[in-house]
């Protein structure tokens, strides 16, 4: 197949709160993007349908017509099987339950496409264009309303038996802890996600805490995000920094986890959350660095994700053409 600079590629980044589409180029760059709500809560054929709406927008975008896309690759969130094409299951889109999407996109586009995990997708993304270009042994974690993750091993994303591996954000750490929405208590995600650290903000108002926390959510309670605990925490707010540093202390705990397991020469950190910077990275390294191997933190770099939200749809893209590549003719 012709690899020149004009061969292009689609990527779709499915999210549970944002659908983004774009059309991409060998090298990584975006020739345009489309970014949207998913109708999370909807039913299957709506959620699909905002998806093959964006994917034409995004290909309006571009000037270009499905004809000169070369293949589409699909970054789902949830649990799904790269190989056979199927998304099992996504928490945060109860309407997509065994859904063979990968099949579903390529009949309704009439263009090759392949499905793999929004994490993995980004790790990839991070792999080709990003923060972990030319590091073979690598985990990539994003810090998000859960958290989710992708292993790189020997250049290549470790996807397990069945295609499920690096779903590090439910890794058990406190047996007793929050219930999961997977069903099982204290995952990794449920301590050190942006939605553990709210929910604790939000106890802590109830319960009467002193903290301009709740003045940067407008007063009302509901809208009490990460961003308004991280600006309460900047100018000066007890609270906001205690819960910031112990959100920190959790992140640092899993980390711990995954350097012994993995050994990693890197560890690249994305996710809305980790935009939050020292405040929450400072106390998570620390802890890693108490609870890790010595011999194994030492070698570990931490590194912020280079492209930022782009790296799920740049890493689908690029999935996408590597999977063509091996397999020309199918
Ligand atoms: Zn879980």
Redesign the pocket.
């Known amino acids: 197949m012709p690899d020149d600079v004009r061969t292009l590629t689609m990527g779709i980044d499915l999210g549970g709160s944002k659908i983004l589409s774009a059309v991409v180029d060998p090298q990584g760059g975006m020739l345009s993007s489309d970014e949207s709500i998913t109708p999370a809560t909807k039913e299957r054929e709506a959620i699909i349908q905002s998806i093959l709406d964006s994917a034409q927008r995004a290909l309006e975008k571009a000037g270009a017509s499905i004809l000169e896309i070369y293949a589409i690759g699909v970054g789902a969130a949830g649990i799904s099987s790269p190989e056979a094409g199927i998304l099992f299951s996504s ?1 945060n889109l109860p309407g997509l339950r065994n859904v063979l999407l990968r099949d579903i996109i390529q009949e309704k586009l009439d263009k090759k496409t392949f499905l793999i995990n929004d994490a993995d997708a980004a790790a990839l993304g991070e792999y080709h264009f990003g923060a972990a270009k030319g590091v073979d042994n690598f985990i990539y974690i994003t810090l998000s309303t ?1 958290i989710g993750g992708g292993i790189m091993i020997d250049g290549k994303i470790y996807t397990g038996a069945i295609g499920v591996a690096g ?1 590090v ?2 890794m ?1 750490i406190d047996d007793n802890g929050p219930l ?6 204290g ?4 301590l050190a996600s942006g939605t553990a650290l709210t929910r604790e903000a939000k106890k802590r108002i109830e319960k009467g805490a002193r903290t301009y926390v709740l003045e940067y959510a407008g007063g009302d309670i509901e809208e009490v995000t990460p961003e308004a605990i991280h600006s309460a925490a900047q100018r000066g707010d007890g609270l906001a920094k205690e819960l910031i540093a112990r959100t920190g202390y959790y992140v640092g705990v899993g980390l711990a986890n995954l350097i012994n397991i993995f050994n990693p020469e890197l560890i690249v950190i994305g996710g809305g959350l980790s935009n939050i910077g020292d405040m929450l990275l400072k106390p998570a390294f620390k802890v890693a660095g108490e609870r890790a191997f010595k011999e194994a933190f030492q070698a570990v770099r931490f590194a912020s994700a280079g492209l930022g939200g782009n790296s799920g749809v740049l890493g689908a893209a690029a999935f996408a053409l590597q999977k063509v590549k091996e397999h020309p003719s199918r």
């Open positions: 928490p859960g779903e954000g439910h058990t999961c929405n997977c069903g099982n208590r995952c990794w995600e449920t």
